[in-house]
């Protein structure tokens, strides 16, 4: 997984049957220093997560299973709301 | 997901027959300022999407399950138009 | 799915079953004006392509499907030979 | 799998279920020379690795098998803790 | 899947169940022309390989398909060695 902050969102009428009712929400990977890693992802909510807060981010076939269904067309899903974290 | 413009097709009369009956469509993966990042991707349309239009892509097997079949050999799918995006 | 250009085949005698009698082609990705972009991979060619030919290629989970059984340890096919391509 | 040095960890009070009692750590891929590649990754922990030692991490779907269900949301486990190694 | 060479192994004591019996070894990516590229892999061997063998290797959900179980967390796997490439 890795941390991101929430930065916007996505509108979209015309889109998969599994997206219908969830948040798009726009990621974008930061390091512990706040700086910004890579490009921006949709990843899709399920925690409740807002603009402004750190959250952990899933990818790949894992975030297909974060909703109820299996078969899901979803490639990124928001897994966790960051309090705080320590490195060093 | 990440969000890309479409911005070509691509034509294969020999193929998988998971792909027949397909639209193949080439998309750029793009940041909000629009500026291009990365290399161009093949992915196959669920949505109607068109030349020009913004798109979410998803990818890996989350895009298997786009189409009616689970054993699909498609790695990339157009999954929703993308009608406004609101980044800050 | 990516789009590349067939340069080269490889020959494995010691080799996992899955791959017996199965033709492993060298891919380059191209990007439409013919320029190569990152590194050669090995893909299992399903489509009869030969070198030279502009394929699209799929990775990951859904090239495990391209094949008659579902276990594969297959990371890479062939799945289509391209006939043209308009990018704009 | 890559091998990597866990510098710190993460809390995180909402979550997804499948995350509830598991240890996230934070991992910096490292090469033999101890040099940090790439970005930091938060792995969830199953073998008891700690601060400062040099684990094995497993990626993608294969993380999502490491845990007692096979429908997990997990995207990056450690799944060793490194000895030694030789390289030349 | 890519060619590499095996340059090293890594020995682990506490490591998960699956791993056990296995040989762990460290591969490097490399071009037709022998240079690196990349950083280095841990995969773990199938087909008897070892150090300075050029080597095959297969990323992600197929790799856990390489060995008895479907439920292991093996993310890399050496399916075959090579015996002689030709790219032109």
């Known amino acids: 997984m890795y941390i991101g902050i929430v930065v916007g969102s996505v509108v979209a009428t015309r889109k998969s ?3 219908v009712g969830k948040k798009l929400l726009i990621v974008q990977k930061v390091n ?3 700086e910004s890693l890579g490009t921006l992802e949709v990843a899709v909510d399920s925690v409740g997560a807002g603009k ?3 959250v ?3 990818q790949g ?3 297909m299973y974060v909703f109820e269904t299996s078969t899901s067309c979803i490639d990124a899903a928001i897994i966790g709301i960051v309090d705080s974290m320590e490195v060093s």
Do not use: I
């Open 17 to 19: 049957d599994e997206l």
């Open 32 to 34: 512990p220093k706040d």
């Open 52 to 54: 402004g807060e750190y």
């Open 56 to 58: 952990l981010v899933t």
């Open 61 to 63: 076939e894992p975030a």
